[in-house]
């Protein structure tokens, strides 16, 4: 696969799903092999930076949920609108609300530029693999407010993208989004 | 004045001062100056957008004034690291703070990336302005915490742009900053 460091336009790519079904695994290797095919200047919003700088002192109630993925989204439109292409995973449970990010992006960089990734996986899996160790603490009603335990996510209905990271690997994942962008000339030059 | 659509890099352009010192107004004109002549990617974070979509909720104290004036300037980084010119407006009344930014800006903009605009007006001058009638109140004891009045403001010690708004024509304050830009090669072409 090879791509060609040419962006017609600035996009959107919207990581969302559960805790641990692999958002952040995912754009992580997308960010990592656009740039190693030459694409340089692709933002990835980064969990922890976002937190730091953007997002701070934010809990779970459903007002600052709305509040953390608005504000991620805002700063994703700004980027779009100066055709920086930007990548993002939060839960971003709430459909409304992700949509509300997508009329922003898309007012900015027209039809099309936000991407919505749906990283599908059940909380049953979610739950399995534990990687942080949130899930047996959520289901032992330590976490309130958790996402697909104690607290709704509710999937998307027509993702442009969507992820089952239970059956395939990470390079499937990977390989679906590259082609998505190359399909929709957002890149160039993809070869098998 | 002719400006050529040429940027080398980003850079951002940090207008700091008293309420009602003229932030809004020079970085409007300067911002409706560079358009005018082609240079249509700069981007001007403007205080109604900035308070509704990313610090809104932020009061007076000290470290809500340093968590808005970090998280302006942290998106401003952003822009500069894709190469997009970025101007904003903030009283920012801490020096630390202020330059907290112009570390975090340079860091990926280059060394003179981060441009301080002192926008020089005394409290006086300012309370005679009084465009929003904040002052009277705030010398009544009716806003706690006003800058400049009940709260600190600590000018810039080596600003690299120094406006003196109560001496000089709007449209001298943004030649002055064109004129900045020009002998730094960010933009080209100014003629008179």
Redesign the interface.
Known sequence: MKLSPFFQKGFCLWFTGLSGAGKSTVSSAVHHTLREHGIA?V?LLDGDEVRT??T?GLGFSRADRD?NV??IG??CQ??V????PVMTAAISPYRETRNEVRTMVERVGGKGAFIEVFVNASVEECARRDVKGLYAKAMAGEIPQFTGVSDPYEPPEQAEIELNTASESEEESVVKVVRYLDEHAYISGVED
Not at 81 to 84: A, L, Q, T, Y
């Open positions: 200047n933002e700088h953007l701070h509040t608005l504000r805002w700063v700004l980027l609108k100066h055709s920086v």
